[in-house]
């Protein structure tokens, strides 16, 4: 996977979006902190189609696992205060604390969820096994949380991850892409 990795992280740098994110990764201060999912995926993309590092990408997803503080005003808090940091960046900076998405989740996607036990277990449950990753600067190295390997992203394979996303959820998510990143190939519901 270390091959793999290094692929990822040749396009994720030459990306005006996320490079400076993780340039500055001290700035955002949260715990068991990591960038996640589409934006990550969308940027190899941009790599494999030669489309410009920003193509498509409407938002960056930062995750992070603090369950002693619970409260929507914390997350909220922290949000802000991470998008200031980075209000030069041209993208919607999302960020998350995956320690409370089971307090909202049922409202949002009409059905309840299991509280999380860290960050690594929620990206288990992303919608597809290429956005299923997370990675995050260590000291000079990245650590990458990718529960279904990169052969997906890396091969522009998009295929369901069932564990949690509804077939409507999944398919809204892909008819997007499709549009955006023509040359997908991509697994049906079905299979």
Not at 60 to 79: G, K, N, P
């Amino acid at each position: 996977m270390q091959a793999e990795l290094a692929e990822v992280m040749e396009a994720v740098s030459e990306s005006p979006l996320l490079r400076p994110v993780l340039e500055n990764w001290r700035l955002i201060d949260l715990p068991d902190c990591w960038l996640v999912a589409g934006a990550l995926a969308q940027t190899v993309w941009n790599r494999r189609f030669a489309m410009d590092p920003a193509h498509g990408i409407a938002d960056i997803d930062i995750v992070y696992f603090d369950a002693t503080d619970l409260s929507e005003r914390a997350e909220a808090r922290h949000a802000a205060r991470i998008r200031a940091a980075f209000s030069a960046l041209p993208a919607w900076i999302d960020v998350k604390n995956q320690a409370r998405v089971h307090l909202w989740y049922g409202d949002r996607f009409g059905f309840d969820i299991e509280a999380y036990d860290s960050v690594s277990e929620a990206i288990t449950t992303y919608p597809t096994t290429a956005t299923a990753l997370g990675i995050r600067p260590t000291g000079d190295d990245f650590a990458c949380d990718a529960p279904f390997g990169l052969a997906d992203l890396l091969n522009a394979f998009v295929r369901p991850n069932k564990t949690q996303v509804s077939r409507e959820a999944y398919e809204n998510k892909v008819e997007r892409w499709k549009t955006l990143w023509p040359d997908l190939t991509v697994i049906g519901w079905d299979g």
